[in-house]
C-alpha cells in the first residue's frame, strides 16, 4: 500500500498549487497515516469494527489519486422534490455546485481554506490520510444573526467512474451568533466498492442552533467514515440525527464540546440494516462547562446476517456540574445471524450531575406479535407495525416538522 | 461520647496495620526459573506441578504487562520482590493448632480469627493463609466425614494430585493474561475445596489471607470443585500490615460447578488502602473466573471492595452448561487517593443461561472508581437474558466514576438489558435525616448502606454484619 499511497500522493501535489510550506505539512500527515495504517481492531475505538480487515475484504487495493481536472455532470434527478433547498453537489469527491439561491448573498461567506488541516482531539489516522489528500476545502461561515430560511442539502454522489478510490472530503461550518443552519447529508451513490472519508467540523457560537440529519438509506456497496466535531459554545444547541442503512460499512463518529454554559447536544440514530452489512455510531459528548446537557437515543433493527455497534461516551469534566447526561439503545434482532454490539460508557469527575445509560438487545416480542394477531393482523404485517412504532420513536425526535416529514417518507414510516 | 463514635475512633486508622515480628524464610529476591524450582521444591511438589510452573514461565516471559486499566501505576519490577516468604516454624508442618508458633496464634486472634476450634462458636471452617503459606485449618475433621476436602492447596498437590491434575489450570489456563501466568508460575498456597456429589457443606468455608512481610509478593491460588447436585458458599477475608511501600498482590481463583451445583463466593477485602495521601497500600490483581460446566449449575460472586490501593479484578463466569445460573454482585468504595477498576465478565455459552449483574460503586476523596464489565451472549446460546445494573455515588468533585460495560449479543432469541445511573447523595435525603436527629455522617451511613443494601443482603449473616461496618468506615471523613 505505501507505493501506492506514495504515488497517488505525489499525482495529487502535481494537479494542486500549494506553497511548499503546504505540501510539507501534507507529506507529513501522509508519514503519519503510512506509519499509522488503517485502524484495526487493537484499537480500542476500533475494537468491533476492524477497519482495516472491513477494507481488505470488500476493497482489497485502494487507489488515493482522484483526476479532478474536469467537471461532472450534474443529474438533477437526484435532488429531492418538494422540499425548497439550498445545494452544495459533491460528485465523486469533487465539489461540482454550491448554490444558496434561496439566502441573502451578504449573510453566508464561502471561504477557501484548503491549506488548514485537520487538528481533532480523539480523531485517528483516517484524518492524517484526510489531510494528505484533500484538495478543495470550504469553509462555509453563516454570519451573526442570520438564519437561513431554506435547509442546505448536501448531495453526495458517486457514479460507475470511480471503483475501489479512496475519496477525502473536508468541510468546515462556522455558525455565529444567533445563526441557525438546517443541514442535511444525502448519500446517493451507484458506484461500488470505494472508500469514503469525511470530515466536518462545526464551530457554533453564542445561541447558535445547528441541526444536522445524515441520511445514508440508498442501497450500495460503499465503505463510508464520517468524522463530526462540533464546538458548542454558550446556550448552543446541536442536532443530530442520523440514519444509518444503505452502505454496505459505515461508520459515523460524532465529537461534541459543550464549552459553554446551558449548551445541548442531542444525537439520535436509527440502524435499520440487512444483508451483512456492518454499521456503527459513535458519540463522544464532552461536558466541559456546568450547566450542559445532552441527549442520546439510538434504535437499531438487525435482519439477514447484519451487525451494528453503538459506542458512546459521556465525559464529565469536574468543572461540569449540573450536567445532564442520558444515553439510550435498544436492539430489535430479527434474525440469528445478526449481531449488536454497544459499549455506552460514562466517565464523570463531577459529582452534582445527573447521568445515565440504558441499552437493551433482544427479540421482537412475541406477545405484542401475539396480541396484533388476535386481532386480525398476519405476522408480516404485525411484524412491520411493532418494528414501525420501535424506529417512529426516534424520528419523531426530529425538531424541524418539514424535515421530520422528509425522512419519514424516505423511510417509508407511517404515522 | 456514643457506641458509633468510639468504634468510629477506634477503627479509624487501618486496625489491620500492625506487622508480625517472626523469622521467616524467604526465597531468594528476584524471579528466575531458579526461584520457581525452590518454591517447587520446598513445598516437595511432585514433578508435574513443577512442568506445570516452568510452563507457565515460558509463557510470562513473553507476555507483556498490560495498560489498558484506568488505574495507571508506576512499573513494577518483577525481579525486586520476594515469591516465596513463611514463618520459619511452619518449616516442618506442625501436625496440630497446640504445636503452631503462638506469634502466629496471636497474631490471628488479633485480626478477630481465632483458629483455637472450641473458640469459634458460629461454624465456619478457617484456612489462614499468611503471606506464602497456609498456617492452620480448622473443622478439619467434621468437614472429613462427610467427604469434604477443606486443606491448603500444597497439601491437595499430595494428597489429592488427580483431582488438583484434573482441575488446576482448566479455567484459568498457563497461558492466560499476564498476571494470571505469573501467578501460575509461582503460587504458593491457598485453599481446595471438594465438595462430594450431592453434599451440601454444612458450614461456610473461609479463607482469611494476610500479607505480613514486606516486598513479598502474595500469589495464592485457590481452586474450588463443586460436584454434581453439591452446594458450598465460600468467604474470603484479607488485610495487611501499614507499608510505605506498595505490595502486590495476585491470586487466581478457580471454581468449577458441575451439574446442578452451586457455588456462592464471598469477598470481603480490606487490604491496607495506603495513607491519605496515597503512599503504600496493596495492588490487588486478582484473576477470578468460575466455569459452570453442567447443566443447571451457578456460581454467584460477591465482592465487598473497601480496601487496597488499586483494585483491579473482573471475577467472571463462563455459563457453559445449559440452563446455567451466573450473578455478580459487588459494592467498590474508593476514598482517598484509592483506585478501582471492576466488574465482571458473563460469557453465555450455553442455552437458557441467565446472567444478573449488580454493582454499586461509591467513590470520595481522591479517588477513582471504574466499573468495567462484558456482557457476551454467544450465537448458540439461545434463549438466554442477562440483566445488568451498575450505579455509582459521588461524593465530592475530586473523585470519579466511570462506566465502561461491553455489551454483545449475538443472539435473537437473546434478551440483554443495561442499566447505569451516577449521582450524587441528594440534599433532601440529607435534609431528611438530619432533621430526625442524625448527624451528617451518620446520614451519609445511613442513605449509603441502603444505597448497598441489595449487595449486602447476598452476604452470609456475619459477613454482612461486618461489612455494612466497613461500608461506613469507608467513608469516614468524606463528608462536609
Redesign the interface.
Known amino acids: 500500500m505505501k507505493e501506492q499511497l506514495q504515488k497517488d500522493f505525489d499525482n495529487s501535489i502535481k494537479n494542486l498549487s500549494l506553497s511548499q510550506k503546504d505540501i510539507e505539512i501534507k507529506k507529513f500527515c501522509l508519514d503519519n497515516f503510512i506509519d499509522k495504517g488503517f485502524p484495526n481492531r487493537k484499537e480500542?475505538d476500533w475494537k468491533f469494527s476492524d477497519l482495516n480487515q472491513i477494507i481488505k475484504n470488500n476493497i482489497g487495493e485502494l487507489s488515493f489519486y482522484n483526476d479532478q481536472t474536469s467537471t461532472n455532470k450534474v443529474d438533477t434527478s437526484v435532488f429531492v422534490d418538494g422540499l425548497e433547498h439550498n445545494k452544495i453537489v459533491f460528485i465523486n469527491g469533487r465539489i461540482e455546485k454550491i448554490d444558496f439561491e434561496y439566502e441573502k448573498k451578504d449573510q453566508i461567506e464561502i471561504i477557501d481554506q484548503s491549506e488548514t488541516i485537520n487538528e481533532f482531539e480523539n480523531s485517528n489516522s483516517l484524518s492524517d490520510l484526510n489531510n494528505a489528500f484533500t484538495n478543495k476545502c470550504f469553509k462555509i461561515l453563516v454570519k451573526k444573526g442570520y438564519q437561513l430560511a431554506k435547509p442546505l442539502i448536501i448531495y453526495h454522489t458517486t457514479n460507475s467512474k470511480i471503483w475501489s478510490k479512496n475519496i477525502n472530503l473536508r468541510l468546515n461550518f462556522e455558525l455565529d451568533k444567533d445563526s441557525s443552519l438546517r443541514l442535511i447529508d444525502l448519500f446517493n451513490d451507484t458506484s461500488e466498492k470505494n472508500f469514503l472519508n469525511i470530515f466536518y467540523n462545526f464551530e457554533l457560537k453564542e445561541n447558535a442552533v445547528l441541526k444536522n440529519y445524515k441520511v445514508d438509506k440508498f442501497e450500495n456497496k460503499n465503505i463510508k467514515y464520517s468524522f463530526n466535531n462540533i464546538d458548542q459554545d454558550k446556550n448552543s444547541i446541536s442536532e443530530t440525527f442520523i440514519l444509518s442503512s444503505g452502505s454496505n460499512f459505515s461508520k459515523n463518529e460524532i465529537n461534541c464540546n459543550l464549552n459553554g454554559v446551558y449548551a445541548s447536544a442531542f444525537v439520535n440514530g436509527v440502524f435499520s440494516l440487512n444483508n451483512d452489512k456492518h454499521h456503527e455510531i459513535r458519540s463522544i459528548i464532552n461536558h466541559l462547562t456546568e450547566s450542559t446537557k445532552s441527549y442520546q437515543l439510538i434504535k437499531s433493527v438487525l435482519d439477514e446476517g447484519s451487525k451494528a455497534v453503538y459506542q458512546g461516551k459521556i465525559f464529565v469534566n469536574?468543572d461540569a456540574?449540573k450536567t445532564d447526561g442520558y444515553q439510550l439503545s435498544k436492539?430489535i434482532?430479527?434474525?440469528?445471524?445478526?449481531?449488536?454490539?454497544?459499549?455506552?460508557?460514562?466517565?464523570?469527575?463531577?459529582?452534582?450531575?445527573?447521568?445515565?445509560?440504558?441499552?437493551?438487545?433482544?427479540?421482537l416480542n412475541e406477545d405484542s406479535i401475539f396480541y396484533l394477531m388476535s386481532r386480525g393482523l398476519s405476522y408480516q404485517q404485525s411484524r412491520e407495525l411493532l418494528i414501525n412504532g420501535f424506529l417512529l420513536d426516534v424520528v419523531e425526535k426530529i425538531t424541524d416538522s418539514e424535515i421530520k416529514n422528509l425522512i419519514k417518507n424516505m423511510i417509508g414510516i407511517k404515522e | 461520647m456514643d457506641n458509633r463514635q468510639k468504634e468510629i475512633n477506634n477503627l479509624k486508622d487501618y486496625k489491620y496495620g500492625f506487622s508480625t515480628d517472626i523469622e521467616n524464610i524467604q526465597a531468594p529476591k528476584g524471579l528466575n526459573e531458579d526461584v520457581i524450582k525452590f518454591i517447587s521444591n520446598i513445598k516437595k511438589e511432585p514433578a508435574w506441578m513443577l512442568e506445570f510452573r516452568l510452563k507457565a514461565f515460558e509463557r510470562f516471559k513473553v507476555l507483556k504487562e498490560p495498560d489498558?486499566q484506568k488505574p495507571k501505576f508506576p512499573k513494577i519490577d518483577y525481579q525486586d520482590l520476594y515469591y516465596y516468604s513463611a514463618p520459619k516454624s511452619m518449616k516442618d508442618k506442625p501436625k496440630s493448632l497446640d504445636e503452631l508458633d503462638p506469634k502466629l496464634l496471636e497474631t490471628y486472634k488479633k485480626l478477630g480469627i481465632p483458629l483455637q476450634e472450641q473458640a469459634r462458636l458460629n461454624g465456619i471452617a478457617v484456612d489462614a493463609v499468611f503471606d506464602s503459606v497456609s498456617v492452620a485449618t480448622t473443622f478439619k475433621d467434621e468437614l472429613t466425614k462427610q467427604g469434604i476436602i477443606f486443606c491448603p492447596i500444597s497439601e491437595a498437590i499430595q494428597s489429592h494430585p488427580e483431582l488438583v491434575k484434573k482441575y488446576l489450570g482448566s479455567v484459568i489456563p498457563t497461558s492466560d493474561h499476564f498476571f494470571a501466568t505469573l501467578n501460575s508460575a509461582v503460587f504458593t498456597d491457598g485453599s481446595f475445596v471438594y465438595i462430594p456429589e450431592g453434599v451440601r457443606c454444612p458450614m461456610e468455608l473461609s479463607t482469611y489471607f494476610r500479607i505480613n512481610a514486606s516486598n513479598t509478593g502474595q500469589f495464592e491460588r485457590t481452586l474450588i470443585i463443586a460436584d454434581k447436585g453439591s452446594y458450598v458458599s465460600y468467604l474470603e477475608g484479607c488485610t495487611a500490615p501499614m507499608r510505605d511501600e506498595n505490595q502486590l498482590h495476585a491470586a487466581n481463583v478457580e471454581l468449577i460447578a458441575l451439574d446442578d451445583a452451586e457455588i456462592k463466593y464471598s469477598t470481603v477485602q480490606n487490604w491496607y488502602p495506603g495513607d491519605q495521601d496515597g503512599k503504600g497500600g496493596i495492588y490487588n490483581f486478582v484473576t477470578k473466573r468460575g466455569l459452570c460446566k453442567g447443566k443447571n449449575s451457578k456460581i454467584s460472586w460477591t465482592q465487598v471492595e473497601t480496601g487496597s490501593a488499586i483494585t483491579w479484578k473482573y471475577p467472571s463466569c463462563i455459563l457453559k452448561g445449559d440452563n446455567s445460573v451466573g450473578e455478580f454482585y459487588s459494592i467498590a468504595i474508593t476514598n482517598n487517593h484509592q483506585k478501582a477498576d471492576t466488574g465482571t465478565k458473563m460469557i453465555h455459552l450455553g442455552k437458557n443461561t441467565k446472567s444478573k449483574i449488580i454493582s454499586k460503586g461509591i467513590s470520595a476523596g481522591s479517588s477513582d472508581m471504574t466499573y468495567r464489565g462484558l456482557v457476551d451472549i454467544s450465537?448458540k446460546a439461545k434463549n438466554s437474558t442477562n440483566y445488568t445494573q451498575c450505579d455509582?455515588l459521588?461524593?465530592?468533585?475530586?473523585?470519579?466514576?466511570?462506566?465502561?460495560?461491553?455489551?454483545?449479543?449475538?443472539?435473537?432469541?437473546?434478551?440483554?438489558?443495561?442499566?447505569?445511573?451516577?449521582?450524587?447523595i441528594s440534599e433532601e435525603q440529607l435534609h431528611y435525616c438530619q432533621q430526625r436527629g442524625l448527624n451528617p455522617e451518620e446520614a451519609v451511613g445511613l442513605i449509603v448502606n441502603g444505597f448497598c443494601k441489595e449487595v449486602l443482603q447476598q452476604l452470609p449473616m456475619e459477613f454482612a454484619v461486618e461489612a455494612q461496618k466497613l461500608v461506613g468506615i469507608s467513608l469516614e471523613g468524606s463528608v462536609g
Open positions: 480500542e469536574s456540574q436492539a434482532l430479527l434474525n440469528k445471524e445478526s449481531e449488536f454490539n454497544a459499549k455506552p460508557e460514562l466517565e464523570i469527575y463531577a459529582d452534582d450531575v445527573k447521568c445515565s445509560h440504558g441499552s437493551a438487545s433482544g427479540s | 489498558w450465537s455509582s459521588l461524593m465530592g468533585n475530586k473523585c470519579g466514576a466511570h462506566t465502561v460495560p461491553y455489551i454483545k449479543n449475538k443472539n435473537s432469541e437473546s434478551n440483554i438489558a443495561h442499566e447505569a445511573t451516577t449521582s450524587k
